[in-house]
């Protein structure tokens, strides 16, 4: 799908919306969920625009793997690696993705069902 440069992280992004920042470099950017499904709801969004998991490309690896690298981080910030955590990335409307800026939850502090609903 083709990136909307008015999607909400868009706007975070260019800092038009705030975010409580968990952490930050030159690819991602983390922040608490506006509602936290979770004690601990951080997402962690590349600042390269792309929509959804399945729109990236070959050249989007690299950034695929950092997003995660600091998925571990985030856990790692907020205490999460002994208790475990959980990662969710939904890809489109079916998985209940609704802001289409490709995005990593992080989710902790309490126990997880299997298989997710
Ligand atoms: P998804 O349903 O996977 O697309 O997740 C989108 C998430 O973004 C939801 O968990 C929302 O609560 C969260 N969200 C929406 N707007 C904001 C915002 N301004 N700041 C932080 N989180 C947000």
Redesign the pocket.
Known sequence: MKYDDDN??A??LRKE?P??VVFEDDKCLA???????APT?V?VIPKAPIPRLGDATQADREILGHLLWAAGEVARIEGLIDSGFRT???HGEG??????HL?V?VLGGRGFAWPPG
């Not at 922040?31 to 499904?37: E, G, K, L, N, V």
């Not at 998985?95 to 289409?100: L, R």
């Open positions: 909400i992280f706007k975070v919306i975010a409580d922040f608490r969920d506006i509602a936290p499904q709801h997402l969710t990335i939904n998985a209940n993705q609704t802001v289409f995005h939850h």
